[in-house]
């Protein structure tokens, strides 16, 4: 099956600087890559997300990369803000099968 | 739509008692899966389901079943709760596996076996 190893664990930030996460998959025919917020006592809920066709997308403070080559994407922020403070979970869909395999999560913190 | 839904958010259960936690979504969704996430730790799948009738293992399925005999249902039970399964659960469903991946998560049930 698919294995993902997500860096780093927790992450401190000063507000307004980039934060970047980052993800390695082991199975190269995993085709789609999202990513989850969860806010604290809250659910995940989805961000953004790419499939293996794309290199890059983007959606207003947030982006994600995808090096097939390597097997490796990652989220990046663009001026934080104290509200994006949550655990990011980064994930892979195998293709042919119906679940996905979640990273273990990177906790943000984004100091004022 | 209230998207997916959880039943109860808390309960403490004593070890070796039994309960069934309740999940529900009303987008049609053919696709739904429980996770436990333990703190700190990350989303292990238990058990997931591709339609109604159809269940499948996850990676952590022991000490747990499921059912799935409609579409909108997913109840995931416990039985001879053990302080191991002290988790939150997270009930969740998606359009399908294929072409539409997003996955919508309930609010979760916070367990604690004693």
């Known amino acids: 099956g698919e294995n993902v190893e997500q860096h780093p664990s927790t992450l401190s930030v000063q507000e307004g600087d980039s934060a970047v996460i980052k993800c390695t998959y082991s199975d190269s025919a995993s085709n789609y890559f999202p990513w989850y917020k969860q806010e604290l006592g809250k659910r995940p809920q989805l961000i953004i997300d790419i499939r293996s066709n794309v290199g890059e997308k983007k959606d207003q403070r947030i982006a994600v990369t995808l090096n097939k080559t390597a097997k490796h994407f990652s989220l990046h922020i663009t001026e934080t803000q104290p509200e994006d403070s949550a655990v990011y979970f980064c994930a892979a869909l195998l293709w042919g099968y119906s679940t996905l395999t979640f990273g273990k999560g990177t906790m943000l913190l984004v100091s004022p | ?114």
């Open chain 2, 1 to 114: 739509n209230a998207g997916v839904t959880q039943t109860p958010k808390f309960r403490i259960l004593k070890i070796g008692q039994s309960m069934t936690l309740q999940c529900a979504q009303d987008m049609n969704h053919n696709y739904m899966y429980w996770y436990r996430q333990d703190p700190g730790m990350g989303l292990k799948l238990i058990y997931y389901s591709v339609g109604a009738g159809i269940t499948d293992k996850g990676e952590v399925p022991n000490g747990y079943n499921v059912s799935r005999s409609t579409t909108e249902d997913f109840p995931l039970r416990l039985e001879l709760a053990a302080p191991s399964q002290t988790s939150v659960y997270f009930c969740a469903s998606s359009q399908t596996g294929g072409t539409y991946n997003e996955q919508f998560f309930g609010p979760g049930t916070r367990l604690t076996v004693l």
